[in-house]
Every structure is written in structure tokens, then in C-alpha cells.
């Protein structure tokens, strides 16, 4: 069973996250961020992980605690549920266009967590969101999760449509990433061994 479960507390955040990473993609999201709830929704609908997030934060001051903390969460459970790695194919990527936006993703779940971050946004805010923080989610998730993770937009315009594509991309390629390979089920996919640690 490679499921996940994490709870975080701070004084910022409280934070319960739960991933299974052989679901279908149903989820139950709540973290009092309209906009990162629908975006955590795709990720879950389109990585076929099953998700359940509840989040309370210091949404009186800003988002960004809130955003980043559940990031965190939610990589911790996934990167629990990976366990050593074994049988995973490690690799994933995607194009994922939205209307007139097309963004490249590509994650290596090597669990060496790096993000390099090419997405520009037009506009400052979503709603009530500051886009700056869709940096920040990456960031946190990919870091809590050991992924080395790019995401580049390639062209687009609508900042709605920039910030999906980011999401869904991140979770088709995620859903390569973390599939089981039958032919190397007892392997961990490193000539070292191990995932992890230096090159």
C-alpha cells in the first residue's frame, strides 16, 4: 500500500495531508485558498493520486504560509509513500497546454530536490491569490518530496490558464514518475542503489 499521511503543525499552520499513490484521483481539498484548492484538485485528477488536504493558516496576514506549508505536506506524504523507490520509474514529464498556453514539465523523482522555475505570470493576483506564490507550492512540494523538478512555460498569456497548465502538467508527469515498472519491481532505478545524496 503506498499511501502517505502527514501532519503538520505550526504556528502558522495546522495541516493534514494524505496520499495514495495507486488511487484513481479522487480527492477532498480544503485548505481556505479557493484557487490553490482547485489547482490541488487537478493534480490529484490528473497524477490519479488520491488526495485529502485539510489546512487551516494564517489566512488573516496572507496566503503564503498557507501555500507553502501545504506543499510541504503534501510532498512529505508522497515522498512517504515512495518509500526507498523501489520499482518506480522515476522519471516523468509532460506537455500540457490550456487554450492558448503550453507549459513543459519534467521531474526526475531522485529524491536530490531541486526546482528550476521558468513560468512568468502577467497578472499579480489570481482572485485573492498573489501568483508569486505558485513558486512557492513548487518550491515546498518538490523540496518535501525529493523531486528535481522543471517547469518551464513555453508560451500563454491568460495567468488563469499559465498557472493550471503548470498543475496538470506537474501531475501527468508525476503519475509517469511514481508508476510501478514490472520488469524492475524489487530494483531501485539508480546504479548506486539508492536514491538520494550526492551525484
Same mark, same amino acid.
Given at each position: 500500500?503506498?499511501? /502517505?499521511? &502527514? $501532519? ?10 494524505? &496520499? =495514495? ?35 487551516? @493558516? +494564517? #489566512?488573516?496576514? +496572507? ?5 507553502? =506549508? ?12 515512495? @518509500? ?10 509532460? #506537455?500540457?497546454?490550456? +487554450? ?12 536530490? *530536490?531541486?526546482?528550476?522555475?521558468? &513560468? ?7 482572485? +485573492?491569490? =498573489? ?20 517547469? $518551464?512555460?513555453?508560451?500563454? $498569456? ?21 508508476? #510501478?515498472? *514490472? ?5 531501485? *532505478? ?6 538520494? /545524496?550526492? #551525484?
Amino acid at each position: 500500500m503506498r499511501q /502517505g499521511s &502527514v $501532519e503538520r503543525q505550526t504556528k502558522e499552520t495546522r495541516i493534514s495531508a494524505r &496520499v =495514495d499513490l495507486d488511487g484513481t484521483g479522487q480527492y477532498n481539498v480544503a485548505t481556505g485558498i479557493g484557487f490553490l484548492d482547485h489547482m490541488l484538485e487537478q493534480l490529484s485528477r490528473h497524477s490519479l493520486i488520491d488526495l485529502e488536504v485539510t489546512a487551516e @493558516g +494564517d #489566512l488573516h496576514i +496572507d496566503f503564503h504560509h498557507t501555500t507553502e =506549508d501545504v506543499g510541504i505536506a503534501i510532498g512529505e506524504a508522497v515522498s512517504q509513500a515512495l @518509500g526507498d523507490r523501489r520499482g518506480i520509474n522515476r522519471f516523468g514529464s509532460a #506537455l500540457s497546454a490550456m +487554450d492558448e498556453t503550453l507549459s513543459r514539465i519534467t521531474l526526475d523523482a531522485s529524491n536530490r *530536490p531541486y526546482l528550476v522555475w521558468r &513560468v512568468g505570470m502577467p497578472k499579480a493576483k489570481l482572485g +485573492d491569490m =498573489d501568483t508569486e506564490l505558485f513558486r512557492e507550492w513548487f518550491q515546498a512540494f518538490a523540496q518535501a518530496a525529493g523531486l528535481t523538478l522543471h517547469v $518551464e512555460t513555453l508560451y500563454g $498569456e491568460n495567468t488563469h490558464h499559465l498557472a493550471e497548465s503548470c498543475f496538470k502538467g506537474l501531475a501527468r508527469a508525476l503519475r509517469q514518475a511514481v508508476a #510501478l515498472d *514490472p520488469r524492475r519491481a524489487d530494483e531501485v *532505478p539508480s546504479t548506486k542503489g539508492v536514491l538520494g /545524496g550526492s #551525484l
